[in-house]
């Protein structure tokens, strides 16, 4: 298969190289970013991939096996095409660039969610992506979150290229001039040291006096484990000047209470130092404070918790006042009634058209309390509880519910629904519903004629709602307009339902489309998946 290639290819790959991260070591702070992008969207993968020449390779992975990918076989050879938006697949199956991907059509993968990692310059990397072998949407506000995860790996990228050069610099200056090397050491707030075979400091720069308020004369020919202590040296410090005086770069990750600056994370890395003939010597420390950086994460960290957080008590407030409303509103519909039979042929005309609005508001209070206790289900981005249910009965159940609706506005219908459609009910019908009560309050007819129909396409089921005497676009409302509340009321209400019956039939794993036939009338069309997820 092929795939894009951006503009600025040439000038993006030599960026990738310069970095020198392509085939590097798995790293616990890539890895925690992976671990967040998958918590934050509730998916099972994700990754740090970084697009190569001819390859995907990923820097981190989760819930995933392979290490790289070809660059023919990847998502996010899309996603470095726009470094501006998050690139968002609901079904891969369904989108021609990459439903003929072997990780689509044999891996079952559906979902893609891509942030695009961008340098300063503007050349997309790779991608922080999560996956998901169902389909699924991403909010916006998670798009935006998975792209704060992208900008704060290309921050850690650069860091590792600085702290890269900085590391082969310092040993090049130690091979070749020692008062340079300790003159450039001795300026900066980094810790640096020297360290001989029987692990002692020969040298340590000035920061290592701030850090540990102790003079240099008196650190100087002290053993490690004397400074650090036995348990920090023993489980951690002590292997990796071992591993350096082998011959081997040892990066380390530590938390280090200091005297002089308290508590700190630090990135060490020891370096092997060889003398003129090639032996080595001693090993040169680089330490580098990514406080802030660990701070940042853990701000982001609690940003993510408090969004979740918030969702959960806006879901427990729907449901509560949705459950403490039910009680009186059963309460006046099922009165309602019974007073109108008490009093027999005793009600004015006036009395008795009063008891029949009362009746008509407490049906549709309780079937607005209904319908959001079943958005809020929705909304929550749970997996729908889905049957298989006969058409005809789902249709009519909805038309039903619509009754006070259909009288107002001379409302007919003709039902062309042969079939079965796998639907969560409840949702079904408030989408549905929806629809309809677009449509009726878009119609640019007195009189309303509603074609309901039902047919397959492309192994969907294509439930039409089609509106025979024409509806009119939403008004534009502009800054005169707005005086005009009741037109303002009008558009809010219609947009209101076109979006929740277009988040319903995303939430079944299908998408609602609108048509307007060159013969006339309006079309809303819902397209559903045919098959319960345990089927396919």
Known sequence: MSYPVPGNEAKRLKALHAFQILDSLPQKMFDDITALAAGICGTPMALITLVDAERQWFKSRRGVELSETPRDESFCAYTIMDSDHVLAVRDAAQDPRFSELSLVVDGNLRFYAGAPIVTGDGLALGAVCVLDTEPRTISPELQRQLQRLADLTMGLIEHE?????????????VRRNERVIRSVIDEGRELCSFIDPQHRFLYVNPAYETHWVQPREQLIGMHVEELLGPELYRDSVKAGINQALAGHDAPLELVIDFPGV???????????????DGRIFGVVERCRDVTDLVLQAKQLRQHVAELQRRRVLQDKYLHAISHDLKE?????????????????????????????????????????????????????????????????????????????????????????????????????????????????????????????????????????????????????????????????????????????????????????QEESPLEGGRSLIFMLPRRLVHDV
Not at 262 to 276: I, V
Not at 478 to 503: F, G, H
Request: with cysteine.
């Open 161 to 173: 290229a600085r702290r890269r050069r900085e590391s082969q610099a310092m040993l090049g200056l």
């Open 262 to 276: 308290g508590k700190r994370h630090l990135e060490l890395r020891y370096l092997p130092a060889h003398d003129e």
């Open 328 to 512: 009186p509103v059963n309460a006046i519909t099922n009165a309602t009634p019974l007073l109108v039979e008490k009093m027999g042929g005793n009600l004015s005309p006036i009395a008795a058209r009063c008891l029949k609005y009362i009746e008509q508001a407490g049906r549709r209070l309780d079937s607005l309390l209904e319908d959001m206790r079943t958005f809020g289900e929705v909304e929550t981005g749970g997996e729908l509880s889905k049957s298989v249910r006969p058409a005809f009965i789902l249709v009519h159940t909805s038309l039903a519910h619509m009754k006070d609706l259909v009288e107002r506005y001379e409302v007919s219908f003709t039902v062309q629904v042969d079939g079965d459609l796998v639907v969560n009910e409840a949702a079904f019908d408030l989408g549905l519903r929806s629809a309809i009560a677009h449509l009726l309050r878009t119609s640019s007819s007195t009189t309303a004629l509603i074609d309901i129909k039902l047919d397959i396409a492309d192994g969907m089921s294509r439930l039409a709602v089609v509106d025979q005497g024409g509806s009119t676009p939403l008004p534009r409302i502009e800054s005169d307009d707005m005086k005009d509340e009741a037109q303002m009321d009008k558009v809010t209400e219609s947009s209101l339902l076109l979006w929740t019956a277009r988040q319903i039939a995303m939430a079944h794993g299908g998408w609602l």
